[in-house]
């Protein structure tokens, strides 16, 4: 498994956020279900508030080629406000990463520590929401960015999403693909399920776009993946 990759996992732990810089931190102000995204892997994770990372998943782009993986992983989290975690793959391998709590105990910013790496990210607690399809339509702006690993060509999305709360999306977007913009409309579906993460697709131009998400900051934000092969782009996208 590539280090590099692997190390999106712990980007995760990204998202073990907490405390004050006044309040002295521990191992218990890291607790509940984060979401985080790392270069270009987008995925979810709990803390267990005694240095334990349980349930972790992800969707990552090995250079264009998507995947899902599970992970575990434990961390340590000093009075500063500032960590150290390691993630331990289902699949094999393994990574570390140091990390630094924001003042509000939402958010979370992390830099890979592997020997050779070069990797960080950032991570946000999915919080108080009530996630699904909940018929309430809600409108995300959205940002994108990554490339097509084969050609190298970097790509860029601004794209509003209106989700109508029963499975529908609309909206338009602008998509820089090498140099080349595009602004149209778009429309799609998309499924949501009760553990806060999700899968569109939409229909921009006679592209047909595909992304899995992970919803945080108690339903205000997401951050998104795309997972059609040969691409490996990511973001975040707000209410």
């Excluded at 006044?22 to 270069?39: D, E, H, P, Q, R």
């Excluded at 229909?203 to 998400?213: C, E, I, M, V």
Aim: proline residues 1%; neutral net charge; glycine residues 16%.
């Amino acid at each position: 498994m590539n280090f590099k990759k692997c190390f999106e996992v712990l980007v995760f732990a990204t998202l073990v956020a907490v405390g004050s810089a006044s309040a002295a931190c521990s191992n218990g102000t890291l607790n509940g279900v984060w979401g985080f995204w790392a270069g270009a892997a987008v995925g979810q994770f709990t803390a267990d508030g005694n240095g334990n990372i349980t349930a972790g998943s992800e969707t990552v782009s090995n250079n264009g080629t998507i995947s899902t993986q599970t992970f575990t992983g434990t961390y340590s989290v000093a009075t500063s406000c500032t960590g150290h975690l390691t993630i331990n793959i289902t699949r094999g391998g393994s990574l570390t990463a140091n990390f630094v709590l924001d003042q509000v105990n939402k958010g979370v910013q992390i830099i890979d520590t592997v020997s050779g790496g070069n990797g960080s990210g950032i991570g946000a607690a999915e919080g108080t929401v009530t996630c699904g399809l909940t018929g309430q339509k809600v409108t995300f702006a959205a940002l994108l960015f990554g490339k097509y690993p084969s050609t190298n060509t970097k790509v860029d999305y601004v794209v509003q999403f209106i989700l109508d709360g029963h499975g529908h999306v609309s909206g338009s977007g602008t998509f820089d693909v090498g140099g080349t913009i595009t602004s149209t409309p778009i429309s799609g579906t998309y499924t949501e399920s009760g553990n806060c993460t999700g899968k569109t697709a939409i229909k921009a131009g006679t592209s047909t776009l595909n992304f899995n998400f992970v919803v945080v900051a108690a339903g205000k934000e997401a951050f998104v993946i795309q997972t059609n092969s040969g691409t490996a782009i990511a973001g975040f996208m707000q209410q």
